[in-house]
């Protein structure tokens, strides 16, 4: 990277009591089967009027952009960029529906809502934001590839970037899990929102280091990151944590590494909740200096995320 990135704001939404908390590390229980999702009061970022017409992804998304906003102090980002694997789930099972079973005309509103960049777009309407909006989806590493945008961006001279990422689980998925590889694991709805700057502040909460995103290319997973940190000029011992997916099952036998899926549940973007938990650790453990984000949920794709600790 040409120039520094912090992170100086960062809220998720999901399965764990995380939206507005600081140090929720030390606090984190692994998901149990009747764990549902915690959701904060959306009245207090949405209007009323507005709130009714969401669905449940909608709101998720705006409340955590809002509440990201307002922890870096922020009024009109001058970018908002969105990854999602899947999109708006909800309404599209709605649109299709209605497509299968009405006659006549179709109602457009569903698949309005449907399409993948109406998160970014819900988001640009609400703050009366019309600077630049992109949603990226690709799969498993779509949060990646809107980090990699949102670093672009500010090499251009843009600063305060809205950049995260939101998927949600419908029941449909639970029955092709098995058939995508995914059999077994526990599917969630998530979404975390983070502003990022080229300047550090009293709000920054951690710096970004590098960003990789390999797909369909991923050879060997730990030469991948060895080239990785070596291209860094680091070496495995300087890492204090290695977050992993752990989706294959199992606890990693080295002790830096930590699953990340355990707590959030699996959703394609269920990285970016491991991206707040690599800012939260270097903000609340003493000492602790390096985090390592290695998003293996896809064996054919892979995104590293290294990030730092700072000192205002």
Known sequence: MKSRVFVNAAATIGHQPVFGVTGFVNELKPLQSGDELIQPSYRDYIDPMSL???????RMSLTSAKEALRQAAVEIPSGIIVG?????????EKFLTNFLTLEGLIPPTAFILSTHNTIAGQISLSLNCHNYNITHT????????????GIMKLEEGEDNLLVGAADEHIPFLDRVASEWGYAGLRLTSGT???????????????????VEVIVNKVEHLDSSITRFLDRLGLKADDLDVVLE???KGGSPADTKKQGFIEYSGFYPTASAFAFHYAVDYLQT???????????????????LVLLKSVEI
């Not at 999602?84 to 599209?92: A, D, F, S, Y």
């Not at 690709?138 to 945008?149: G, P, R, Y």
Request: hydrophobic fraction near 40%.
């Open 138 to 149: 690709q799969n498993t590493v779509s949060f990646e590839i809107a980090l990699v945008d």
């Open 245 to 247: 997916s752990g989706w």
């Open 52 to 58: 009714r017409r969401m669905s449940k992804i909608l």
């Open 192 to 210: 975390s929102f983070f502003v990022l700057s080229s300047m550090s502040s009293s709000h920054t909460k951690a710096e970004i280091i590098d």
């Open 84 to 92: 999602t694997g899947l999109g708006c789930l909800v309404e599209t």
């Open 285 to 303: 453990v003493d000492g602790a200096k390096y985090v390592l984000v290695v998003n293996d949920l896809n064996p054919n794709n892979l995104g």
